[in-house]
């Protein structure tokens, strides 16, 4: 299946090096950009991104990237018609 769109552009994410971070992957999350578990039950899985400097990076909020965790610009290629979600409250 299609993961929800978050929202169609990126987050901004100040990274500090050597941690850990975990992308949420199915747009499900209330904590975007990252995993809080709401892919329980379906396909994706959250993807583990280690960084390897202190600095903002851009996690993808389209979940559509090409170069998972990070913003790639797919958002822009995403037609006006394609939705957007924030809502979780369908977790079961």
Same mark, same amino acid.
């Given at each position: 299946s299609d993961p929800v769109i978050a929202q169609k552009r *990126?987050? *901004? !994410?100040? !990274? !500090?090096?050597? &941690? &850990?971070? /975990?992308? %949420? +992957? %199915?747009? &499900? +999350?209330?904590?975007? *950009? /990252? %995993?809080?578990? +709401?892919?329980?039950?379906t396909d994706f899985l959250p993807q583990t991104y280690t960084a390897p400097a202190s600095r903002t990076l851009y996690f993808c909020g389209c979940k559509h990237t090409k170069g998972a965790p990070l913003c790639d610009g797919a958002h822009n290629a995403l037609s006006i018609t394609d939705s957007c979600s924030t809502d979780t409250s369908s977790k079961t």
């Open positions: *990126p987050y *901004p !994410v100040e !990274v !500090v090096e050597g &941690k &850990k971070y /975990f992308w %949420c +992957s %199915c747009g &499900k +999350s209330a904590r975007q *950009p /990252f %995993c809080d578990g +709401s892919h329980e039950g």
